[in-house]
């Protein structure tokens, strides 16, 4: 290949670069116009927002983990004192609630530790199966046969007469 090149015969194409903008004394009312909007609409907007925003990032609360404090058991409650009983019938409640989702974690996870480990579940999902059996028992205790009516005052008494049983058989 030559050394020199004829610049003729191989133009370069034209760059495709825009021409540049043409400056008049007229002010371009696009900009005028998105200015004024920025100043009078978005900004106090925006302010209001923000200002919104920070309020609320004080006093964060989270719904979806909501913190109920404990009441007294129904044992502890005086004679006639029906609100205690109401508040230890909703804790009763909230308490059965976690202890359901407790074992249905339990239950999941044993469920996937046998889908994963294959033929090894009983090997590998020992402890899984051995948590399950403890979970459950521990359910089932504490409200087995009560049905889905079940509320405090029936689990309170199934406790106190497996506690008697318990004495009995001690003795």
Same mark, same amino acid.
């Given at each position: 290949m030559p050394e020199d090149h004829d610049w003729e015969a191989y133009k370069v194409p034209p760059s495709r670069t825009p021409a540049a903008d043409r400056t008049t004394s007229v002010p371009n009312p696009v900009t005028f116009l998105q200015t004024?909007?920025?100043?009078v609409i978005d900004a106090p907007v925006t302010f209001v927002r923000e200002w919104i925003e920070r309020q609320q990032a004080k /006093?964060?609360?989270?719904?979806? *983990? =909501?913190?109920?404090r404990r009441v007294p058991d129904l044992s502890e409650c005086l004679e006639g004192d029906y609100l205690c009983f109401y508040e230890a $019938?909703? @804790?009763?409640?909230?308490?059965?609630?976690?202890? %359901? !989702?407790?074992? !249905?974690?339990?239950? $999941?996870?044993?469920?996937?530790? =046998? *889908?994963? !480990?294959?033929? /090894? @579940?009983? %090997?590998?999902?020992a402890k899984e199966m051995e948590l399950l059996a403890q979970v459950t028992k521990a359910y %089932?205790?504490?409200?087995?046969?009560?049905?889905?009516h079940g509320n405090a005052r029936t689990c309170l008494m199934k406790q106190? *007469?497996?506690?008697? $049983?318990e004495r009995k058989a001690a003795q």
């Open positions: 004024a909007f920025d100043y /006093n964060k609360t989270y719904y979806y *983990h =909501q913190k109920f $019938e909703a @804790q009763w409640r909230r308490d059965r609630m976690v202890d %359901q !989702e407790i074992v !249905e974690i339990v239950r $999941e996870r044993l469920g996937a530790c =046998q *889908h994963r !480990e294959g033929p /090894n @579940q009983f %090997q590998n999902c %089932q205790d504490r409200y087995g046969d009560l049905g889905y106190k *007469h497996r506690m008697m $049983e």
